[in-house]
């Protein structure tokens, strides 16, 4: 259980908070709840990751080539088929407007709504001993105020803030020294980019660069085979461009292996050049083309995205000065209460070691800002659900077969190919699967992986079979709607104690 604070709990303190993500503002939405007043400092764009440079204008594009692919390769009879004219920069522009739009209205309204929250501009670190004492106010706010809790904590203005006074650089070059009496840091990931010879003299995209590219590639050769690698790739591949994809291991490599298998296999079916296990040796750039050297050979191609994982932006905070404990790559290491290793530090997103996604980063700042103002909210992710939105899409949620078995359960799982359900046979689609896995004497369902169109529709029914500790029989014996893809839940379940091919239609 997880109690939120009373309505004015937090009055009185002063929570500084460094980003502007999604972490961030649900974090202080739910901290000025509670009476708190909020700083939040941000060196870049309002909003972070997710709605400029990641889920919104990604999604966008995903669609706009998902449209052109059924134009072109729809399958029915009877329907012309026809390959869409793409204006790329007119796809650009509407995309664009539509992530400004979403920016003015989720976050930019809400500093100008919200009284108690206070955006400072530039770069923050945390102060080190010396800068603290000489700062003469460096137990104040942002507006140079001492604040109520420094007093409360007998923390008289001048003296040491142990880890509490953050030096802000603005753009102009000028420093501003804020106190407060909590601190979180939310302040994100950028694209991790790997030391291969060559690579970094050249005009190479990032994903930011992809999305907002006015031009399609010819030939667009993909360095990566997570999420970012697999989404992008399909998208141009579908708008026209010839797309090579190498990953360095499998696709998805840290999920069920049938996963990453069947998905190499849909996306070289429409065309792509996928390898896999394979590594890039060195990368130099004619004024035209990449050359990219693999093995004894060398490869060619107008554009190269590099989509091979994310880093912290926690370089320039000193977090080793306030005590603050990373791992190897920066990475925050957090609890479930999102503390870190000092107690009024807290952190939240994708900064941190728990799954970049937008929806965790937004769960966890809003229950970090619970326990800052004198909650206790702790953020279970044993049912989070995943989606990569490819197409088919990926989705899973709980654990896999391997993992299980690696926390010691004896698991059992059942694989439901998608041409034994009628919604996939009525659409002419019956790429993929649908597999669950259960604990084998009691039953107890543990977790599903999905590759099916509209997989993330799918994912969260299992994501609540979870929460409710539902068996497979339990799961089996439901109600679902036909004709639905989510129907085949109910079929995957079945088939642990039936043949699903000898019941009739829509058996119960």
């Not at 604070?5 to 649900?26: E, M, N, Y």
């Not at 797309?243 to 990453?260: M, Q």
């Not at 693999?294 to 370089?315: K, Y």
């Not at 896995?437 to 799918?458: D, P």
């Amino acid at each position: 259980m997880s109690a939120a604070p009373k309505t004015g709990q937090g009055a009185g303190l002063h929570v500084a908070i460094v980003g502007s993500g999604s972490a961030a503002f649900a974090a202080a939405i739910r901290a000025t709840e509670a009476g708190a007043r909020v700083t939040i400092i941000e060196a870049g764009t309002i909003g972070g990751t997710c709605v400029n440079v990641g889920c919104v204008p990604s999604k966008i594009f995903i669609r706009a080539a998902h449209v052109a692919h059924l134009a072109a390769t729809h399958p029915f009879n009877g329907l012309e088929r026809h390959t869409l004219r793409v204006e790329r920069a007119r796809l650009v522009a509407q995309q664009q407007a539509r992530v400004e739009e979403l920016r003015r209205a989720k976050y930019e309204d809400i500093l100008e709504t919200r009284p108690g929250i206070n955006l400072v501009r530039g770069r923050a670190r945390f102060a080190d001993r010396t800068e603290a004492r000489a700062a003469g106010h460096d137990c104040m706010d942002a507006g140079g105020r001492a604040t109520p809790g420094a007093v409360a904590e007998g923390r008289p203005a001048g003296g040491f803030a142990d880890a509490r006074t953050l030096i802000v650089v603005r753009p102009d070059g000028s420093e501003q020294r804020i106190d407060a009496d909590r601190v979180l840091i939310a302040t994100g990931r950028r694209p991790a980019i790997p030391a291969v010879s060559g690579l970094a003299g050249t005009p190479y995209w990032t994903s930011t660069d992809a999305l907002a590219a006015e031009a399609l590639p010819e030939h667009l050769i993909v360095y990566g085979g997570s999420v970012v690698a697999v989404e992008l790739a399909q998208a141009f591949q579908r708008l026209g461009s010839k797309v090579t994809l190498i990953a360095r291991t499998s696709l998805l490599s840290k999920e069920d292996p049938a996963l990453g298998e069947g998905l190499r296999q849909i996306l070289e079916d429409e065309g792509m050049h996928v390898l896999t296990h394979t590594e890039i040796q060195g990368v130099r750039h004619d004024g035209e083309n990449f050359l990219l050297t693999i093995g004894n050979e060398t490869l060619s191609g107008d554009r190269l995205l590099v989509a091979t994982g994310r880093q912290p932006n926690t370089d320039g905070l000193d977090l080793a000065r306030a005590g603050v404990k990373t791992d190897a790559s920066g990475t925050i290491v957090v609890d479930a209460h999102l503390r870190t290793s000092v107690a009024h530090i807290y952190a939240a997103g994708d900064c941190t070691d728990q799954p970049q996604f937008v929806y965790v980063a937004a769960a966890a700042g809003t229950r970090a800002a619970t326990n800052m103002t004198g909650g206790d909210a702790a953020l279970d992710l044993a049912a989070m659900p995943a989606v990569v939105f490819t197409d088919p899409q990926v989705a899973t949620v709980g654990l896999s077969e391997a993992q299980a078995r690696a926390k010691g359960i004896d698991a059992d799982s059942r694989t439901l190919a998608l041409e034994n359900v009628p919604r996939a046979l009525a659409n002419f689609d019956t790429r993929g699967f649908i597999k669950l896995v259960a604990e084998k004497h009691s039953g107890r369902l543990l977790g599903a992986q999905v590759l099916a169109a509209e997989g993330g529709e799918i994912i969260q029914t299992v994501a609540l079979a979870l929460r409710a500790h539902f068996t497979i029989h339990d799961l089996a014996d439901q109600l679902f709607p036909y004709l639905t893809m989510v129907e085949g839940l109910k079929l995957a379940a079945q088939t642990f104690t039936k043949d699903v091919k000898q019941l009739s239609c829509c058996a119960g």
